[in-house]
């Protein structure tokens, strides 16, 4: 029998070689018939292993929500004329558990003005996952900023490896370790432009926001207070 868990394949039944497709997961669970030869030398003088050999697929089910590691148990029955034998293999099932926060420094809410420097950390925690996983990170410098730098990927804070401006632009994967959590930091310096337009600059008052994207869905909205120097004159 199948256990919960696991989808037989239809038409995968393979015995000694030979596709058996007409058998479905309910005849393997009521039981079928092969013959099994003796070792030795059949009539053609062919050297015989004695065994006959039945195999079959399964896919893996999509564990439950908050489930994420499951061990199946699949049992097979054999029975010889009064014996029954029975043998029992088992099979690890992983998930990976993916969870994305954006922070950034100064912090949340904080005003900036002109020459100041916002560092956005993409935190991708797969700590608690049993299994790895890939993370496609995309982001931006936001409306009023410059992209200062490199973008880092940092694993417990020590930088594994750096990308471009352009490539955080168009996005690049970011790969997690089971039980393994990964940041991505970069940094941009507050100032319009000299050839932003006027729908490109931040103005006094407004807000500086910013939103990655992580397999293609949203993270948090960052936002920082932009104001201008009061400049006055005695």
Known sequence: ??????????????????AAANITSADLATGIT?????????????????????????T??????????????????VTENDKTHEDEVDVTVNKPDLHVTKSVNPGEGTKVKAGDEITYTILLDNSKGTAPTTAK????????????????????DVE??????????EGFDVELAAFESKTVVFTVTVGNKADATEEEKVKDGE???????????PT?????????????SK
């Open 207 to 217: 807000m500086i926001s910013n939103t990655a994207e992580v397999n293609g869905t």
């Open 160 to 169: 594994e490896t750096t990308k471009t401006e352009a490539q955080l632009a």
């Open 220 to 232: 948090n909205t960052t936002e920082n207070h932009y104001i201008e120097p009061i400049i006055t």
């Open 34 to 58: 092969v013959n099994v030869p003796a070792k030795g030398k059949n009539e053609e003088g062919t050297e015989v292993a004695g065994q006959t050999i039945v195999e079959f697929k399964v």
């Open 60 to 77: 893996v089910d999509e564990l439950a929500e908050g489930i994420l590691t499951k061990t199946l148990k699949n049992v097979a029955v």
């Open 1 to 18: 029998t199948i256990p919960t868990g696991l989808t037989f394949v239809e038409g995968s039944v393979i015995i000694d070689s030979e």
């Open 137 to 156: 990170v995309k982001d931006s410098a936001p409306k009023g900023t410059s992209f200062k730098g490199v973008v880092s990927i940092k694993k417990e």
